[in-house]
């Protein structure tokens, strides 16, 4: 398995241009929290599941973050608080607006993609996963790599 670093490197060489970046910077976490909506509101099949407020997003987050912390234990802490912050905020925007979240996230979903591949053209390369799907769960922890480093904390 790739190291965190490694993986940091190879992703950044398709992310060297500055308005790539900072597309990148916007789009990655929010594609993050709206993968989390397209999947809030499928039903449960187990029924206490759904009593306890489990969904489909935190079930399947688990082996996200396992990932996460098979890479770096800061980076997996990041990344764990950070889907703390979407849960929270998908709980709030359900009982707070009037749009369904799942139709929310869709919509915001697609236009977060085509500002990335926008991105990506003005990089000149493609993107990362069209080489290896693993780095559809970089792109958010390489962003938190600039957040951790800006603090002084090492992944």
């Known amino acids: 398995m790739k190291t965190i670093e490694q993986w940091f490197t190879e992703y ?3 992310h060297q241009n500055p308005t790539n970046k900072k597309i ?3 789009a990655v976490p929010l594609i993050y929290l709206t993968v989390f909506g397209l999947l809030w509101q499928i039903p449960m099949p187990f029924s206490g599941f759904a009593t306890q407020q489990i969904n489909w997003p935190l079930i399947l987050c688990l082996p996200v973050l396992g990932f996460y912390f098979s890479l770096s234990f800061a980076i997996g802490i990041g990344m764990t608080i950070y889907s703390a912050f979407v849960v929270l905020f998908l709980r709030w925007f359900e009982s707070a607006v009037s749009v369904d979240v799942w ?3 869709l919509l915001l979903f697609i236009l977060m993609w085509v500002l990335q591949f926008v991105g ?3 990089e000149g390369k493609k993107p990362s996963f069209f080489k290896d799907l693993q780095f559809l769960l970089i792109g958010p922890a390489w962003i938190l790599g600039f957040i951790l480093r800006r603090f002084g904390i090492r992944y």
Do not use: G, M
Request: charged residues 0%; without cysteine.
């Open 103 to 105: 139709l929310a996230s």
């Open 12 to 14: 950044a060489v398709s």
């Open 120 to 122: 990506h053209h003005i």
């Open 24 to 26: 990148h910077f916007l």
